[in-house]
T-cell receptor, first 116, second 113 residues
Framework: GAVVSQHPSWVICKSGTSVKIECRSL??????MFWYRQFPKQSLMLMAT?????????EQGVEKDKFLINHASLTLSTLTVTSAHPEDSSFYIC????????????FGQGTRLTVV | AQSVTQPDIHITVSEGASLELRCNYS??????LFWYVQSPGQGLQLLLK??????LVQGIKGFEAEFKRSQSSFNLRKPSVHWSDAAEYFC???????????FGKGTHLIIQP
């Protein structure tokens, strides 16, 4: 199947700093990428949907100024957590969908963010 | 509102026994349906998916799921579980197109020796 690579797999940062997480589709062009957040022992919640070359669509309750999403190419989307605080500590997972749409989206391995 | 319900938070099964994990969905139309497995600290692995056609879907690792429109269900089954099946299982649904996935809360599967 298609491969989605997410980097870094874990990161620790100081409160108030920004962190960038990358999501790459390695062997297909991803017209749409999704970002999810998972709190410990909880389910995944969709944060935003990004389409290449356009602004991301954020789910209700997700601060777009805090979670900056850029989808500048068909193989790369980035999530930047700005001015991170301890409550932003979580597991962030991306998925990428090919141009066909409506079919399976492939998941990255996730990024564990810890803000201290 | 769209939703996916996994009524069982934890399930304990003896190794070698059969397994059924429940999933119900509430969507405007028949959604695309998925089952994923997640090991601790890991990403998601797709077990199987249903888009249309045959309502009994075969997946990897010996898993299967049956779509029942009348019950709005998509239950996951395995005839004989192995200790390595212990993990968190998520049912998910999508409206298709560029829709993201709506996940259930997950079922934690424990395997007894």
């Amino acid at each position: 199947g298609a491969v989605v690579s997410q980097h870094p797999s874990w990161v620790i940062c100081k409160s108030g700093t920004s962190v960038k997480i990358e999501c790459r589709s390695l062997d297909f062009q991803a017209t749409t990428m999704f970002w999810y957040r998972q709190f410990p022992k909880q389910s995944l919640m969709l944060m935003a949907t990004s389409n290449e070359g356009s602004k991301a669509t954020y789910e209700q309750g997700v601060e777009k100024d805090k979670f900056l999403i850029n989808h500048a190419s068909l193989t790369l989307s980035t999530l930047t957590v700005t001015s991170a605080h301890p409550e932003d500590s979580s597991f962030y997972i991306c998925s990428a969908q090919g141009p066909g749409g409506g079919t399976e989206a492939f998941f990255g391995q996730g990024t564990r963010l810890t803000v201290v | 509102a769209q939703s996916v319900t996994q009524p069982d938070i934890h399930i304990t099964v003896s190794e070698g026994a059969s397994l059924e994990l429940r999933c119900n969905y509430s969507y405007g139309a028949t959604p695309y349906l998925f089952w994923y497995v997640q090991s601790p600290g890991q990403g998601l692995q797709l077990l199987l998916k249903y888009f249309s056609g045959d309502t009994l879907v075969q997946g990897i690792k010996g898993f299967e799921a049956e779509f029942k429109r009348s019950q709005s269900s998509f239950n996951l089954r395995k005839p004989s579980v192995h200790w390595s099946d212990a993990a968190e299982y998520f049912c998910a649904a999508s409206g298709g197109g560029a829709d993201g996935l709506t996940f259930g809360k997950g079922t934690h599967l424990i395997i007894q020796p």
